[in-house]
């Protein structure tokens, strides 16, 4: 939303995973920009888990660690493939997609959206890596 604030001519757009999603208070982040009319695509990569608590750990502990023995890191996120609806709940655009072909076609849609001053979100599912 700064980069948005300092060039407002721009098409700005902001790629990120669930887990950061959520941690980035979104409600705050979608009504201001609605309230300033700061457009952006947002695209969440979401893969149902928060990467940064297993990596962090694969790196501390390596395979030798509990929760590498049991395939247990307590990073999964359920319930998210609804996030893109707290944008929803402030008139922004919103998809949620599984497909590279509707990627396509919601990107299309989101730079329709954007162009008539509305901040759009696309919730991509994808799997866990």
């Not at 001519?9 to 009319?37: K, N, Q």
């Not at 590498?68 to 997609?97: I, K, M, S, W």
Request: net charge neutral; hydrophobic share 45%.
């Amino acid at each position: 939303m700064g980069f948005k604030l300092a060039r407002p001519d721009v098409d700005t757009a902001w790629l990120v995973g669930d887990g950061s999603f959520i941690f980035s208070v979104p409600t705050s982040l979608y009504m201001t920009a609605r309230r300033y009319e700061l457009p952006f695509l947002t695209v969440i990569y979401n893969n149902g888990g928060w990467g940064a608590v297993k990596g962090a750990t694969v790196s501390v502990y390596g395979n030798k660690g509990a929760a590498a023995q049991q395939n247990a890191y307590h990073h999964q996120l359920p319930l998210t493939d609804r996030l893109n609806e707290v944008a929803a709940a402030f008139g922004c655009f919103t998809a949620t997609v599984d497909t590279p072909d509707a990627l396509i076609a919601a990107v299309a849609q989101a730079r329709s959206a954007i162009a008539k001053g509305t901040p759009a979100v696309i919730n991509a599912m994808l799997t866990e890596g």
